[in-house]
């Protein structure tokens, strides 16, 4: 593990005693697909970037075990043991969405199923690699297999007093202040996540649509301007 990542680790660790731990290297995660997903392996070798085979092993782990998955770059603030009253959890990102640096799943969840299955839909190149990571195994690659999905099933519902585990069932989207991402600590209080902002996958590629994400709006309006005025 590497040793910016390991005081993060330990301190999960000591919170969750009763939890067992998994930290899956790539040739550990081909040799699971081999053995119990080998209609996959040929997907799982052909993408063109690594990160793409650390998202999807985790869709696969989450489907087969269940528990919770955590990139290398989140750490803990208090146990987790509240969340796992629930069948799938899905952290709530910005600007839309959710992301998939943390998510859990109870143990062969049909929506963990639909997951897997649509990574060999969605497996196409977007041009570069920053999309192409995004839209084929990452974060809108789950926001979207999430609409798909909800589209289909029903919502989740509400505990009531004739159906006090309905609140627990199907995916349910965990908010910012208990995600804690993108917001100061002071803001979040009661988040049960740390965010260290590793993004070691991003290219160069990255920060142009970021940037484009950020400031669209500044040049659609100036571009406005030169075609009135100009």
Known sequence: LPPQWQAMRDECAQMHPDYQYMLWTDAESRNFLVEHYPWFVAVFDAYPYPIQRADAIRYFVLYHYGGIYMDLDVGCRRPCDPLLRFEVVLPKTIPVGVSNDVMLAAKGHPFMDYLIHNLVAFNHRYVTHYPTVMFSTGPMFVSSSYQ????????????????????????????????GKNAALSEVPDAFFRHFYGSSWHAKDASSLIFLRDHGPVFLVLGACLVLYG
């Open 148 to 179: 798909l999905y909800a589209n289909v099933h029903n919502q989740s519902m509400p505990s009531t007093s004739w159906a006090p585990s309905a609140g627990f069932s199907g995916v349910r989207i965990l908010s910012k202040a208990l995600y």
